[in-house]
Nanobody, 120 residues
């Protein structure tokens, strides 16, 4: 089994910054893409940013230029640096990882979520 543990959420004023971390542990052979999603109250979960094993990145238009995703492959950890935060960034943030537990078996795993609240 694989576990993803997130940290770094909290309450911040508009214009402030937060850094989220998500560490994968357990039966890991290799980790492919790692991603951050968010879900605001009453809204669908949306992809915020993703990073491939080789470092290629994707950002939702709403966070481009403000958020930066990065990863430490040696630690199986993904980060999300969030700057210039806006009240509309308020949501529960989830990390996700595409994990190979062996040469032949892969699955998608999710963290438990961390609350980010941006006050105006």
């Amino acid at each position: 089994q694989v576990q993803l543990v997130e940290s770094g959420g909290g309450l911040v004023q508009a214009g402030g910054s937060l850094r989220l971390s998500c560490a994968a542990s357990g039966s890991i052979f290799s980790v492919n893409a790692m991603s951050w999603y968010r879900q605001a109250p009453g809204k669908q979960r949306e992809l915020v940013a993703a990073i491939a094993n080789g470092g290629s990145t994707y950002y939702a238009d709403s966070v481009k230029g403000r958020f930066t995703i990065s990863r430490d492959n040696a630690k199986n950890t993904v980060y999300l640096q969030m700057n210039s935060l806006k009240p509309e960034d308020t949501a529960v943030y989830y990390c996700a990882a595409d994990v190979y537990e062996s040469t032949w078996y892969r699955d998608d795993y999710w963290g438990q979520g961390t609350q980010v609240t941006v006050s105006s």
